[in-house]
């Protein structure tokens, strides 16, 4: 199994991610909420980008951090504990849209598109989701058409995290509408310089208010020949690795949820004086401490292998989506007693547990629903 003595490296990692996330992530985080500001969001991303962040897990050759998943969930952890908006626009980055151009993408593609996104002076998305292909996402009705040295894209992908601010999306389309999942393509769409894009809306949500997520509208877009990524009618496979990588992301920001809660719910506790004592004297909350505890270092240990089994070339597929179900089901859990262990104080915008609740709801649901992750395991146990 894997070891939990970290490297000097991973350590270093943690503890400039905790530092940014305490001097600069922590203090805007409740206004950047209210305020659905998912500009400043953007903005962290950036200042993310000069710590080495944006490109962790990927080559130093293409202008990565030379570093793995691990060292990914490590950072994930440490921001999600006080900013969840900034954990799932960052993890969407990273595995969901630079992932599948570095894994799948040609040396042209990569040498172009590569060294910004890990710099991050651009920032990328993922357009799979749309109204009528969620969890089944073989069912999409976006059109690719090769017309000369170009595909013309047309349809509506929604739920589009980063969408607006994104300098590339990761767009898949039916190129082959007949052949179903062997019919879809990917594409590298760049959307403030390929003519034919819209952004329609944008999400009003009960969690993540800070980051966004937005409706597209393709209509021909042009989409230039050489930017299709892998091959014609390996789109669905692409997005499909690409989901199990995020699933990984997912399951440290669920964590990171998870453990900012635990913390403030655990200092609370033993300051919070009632029938004469600390109320972590009280043994209902002391236990609830405990579940709470247990919890994470499951969830933990879970997201901790499926990165480990990614960085050593293992099969990691069930391994994330493990972890996905697991972390995020803590994040729920953990922070609703967070709630409780608060009391009333804890319902109210005075204290950050009701914003990490809210948060860790769509954790559940998006990279996969948690019954999505259900039948991923299923499968492969009864296979
Ligand atoms: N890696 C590579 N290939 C895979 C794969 C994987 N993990 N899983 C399946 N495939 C391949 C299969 O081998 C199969 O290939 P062959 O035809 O050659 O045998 C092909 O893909 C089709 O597989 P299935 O028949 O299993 O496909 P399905 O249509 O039954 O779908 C599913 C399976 C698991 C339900 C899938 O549709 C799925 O994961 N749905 C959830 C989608 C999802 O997570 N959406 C989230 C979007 S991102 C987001 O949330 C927004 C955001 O911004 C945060």
């Given at each position: 199994m894997y070891s939990l003595k970290f490297t000097e490296?991973?350590?270093?990692?943690?503890?400039?991610?905790?530092?940014?996330?305490?001097?600069?992530?922590?203090?805007?985080?409740?206004?950047?909420?209210?305020?659905?500001?998912?500009?400043?969001?953007?903005?962290?991303?950036?200042?993310?980008?000069?710590?080495?962040?944006?490109?962790i897990p990927y080559d130093k050759k293409y202008g990565g951090a030379g570093l793995g998943y691990l060292e990914y969930a490590l950072a994930g952890f440490e921001l999600n504990k006080v900013d969840a908006s900034l954990g799932i626009s960052y993890s969407v980055h990273i595995s969901l849209g630079t992932g599948p151009?570095?894994?799948?993408?040609?040396?042209?593609?990569?040498?172009?598109?590569?060294?910004?996104?890990?710099?991050?002076?651009?920032?990328?998305?993922?357009?799979?989701?749309?109204?009528c292909a969620g969890s089944d996402a073989s069912a999409s009705q976006c059109t690719a058409v090769k017309k000369g040295n170009k595909y013309i894209l047309n349809g509506t992908k929604c739920f589009t995290t980063n969408g607006e601010f994104a300098d590339v999306i990761v767009v898949f389309a039916m190129t082959n509408p007949e052949l179903g999942t062997k019919g879809i393509s990917a594409f590298i769409v760049e959307p403030k310089n390929f003519p034919g894009i819209k952004f329609i809306k944008r999400e009003a949500k009960m969690g993540i208010r800070a980051s966004v997520q937005n409706v597209i509208e393709m209509e021909n877009l042009e989409v230039p020949a050489e930017n299709l990524l892998g091959q014609e009618g390996k789109g669905?496979?692409?997005?499909?690795?690409?989901?199990?990588?995020?699933?990984?992301?997912?399951?440290?920001?669920a964590v990171g949820i998870a453990k900012?809660?635990?913390?403030?719910?655990?200092?609370?506790?033993?300051?919070?004086?009632?029938?004469?004592?600390p109320i972590s004297k009280l043994q209902v909350i002391a236990f609830k401490l405990a579940d709470m505890y247990n919890k994470i270092e499951s969830a933990q240990a879970v997201t901790l292998k499926a990165a480990w089994?990614?960085?050593e070339h293992l099969p990691y597929s069930i391994p994330a989506a493990v972890a996905k179900l697991t972390a995020t089901n803590t994040a729920m859990e953990v922070t609703t007693e967070a709630v409780q262990v608060l009391g009333g104080t804890g319902f109210t915008m005075d204290h950050p547990v009701e914003r990490m609740m809210r948060d860790a709801k769509i954790t559940q649901i998006y990279e996969g629903t948690n019954e999505i992750q259900k039948l991923v395991i299923s499968g492969a146990i009864l296979r």
């Open positions: 490296e991973q350590e270093r990692i943690c503890q400039m991610v905790k530092d940014f996330s305490l001097n600069e992530v922590a203090p805007g985080s409740k206004e950047r909420d209210i305020n659905g500001d998912f500009l400043a969001t953007r903005d962290l991303l950036k200042k993310m980008g000069k710590l080495g962040l944006m490109g151009i570095y894994n799948f993408g040609n040396e042209e593609q990569k040498q172009k598109y590569l060294p910004k996104l890990c710099s991050g002076e651009h920032i990328a998305a993922f357009g799979l989701t749309e109204p669905f496979k692409i997005a499909m690795a690409t989901l199990d990588c995020g699933r990984i992301g997912v399951a440290a920001h900012g809660a635990y913390e403030y719910a655990l200092n609370y506790a033993k300051e919070r004086v009632q029938f004469g004592k089994s990614k960085d």
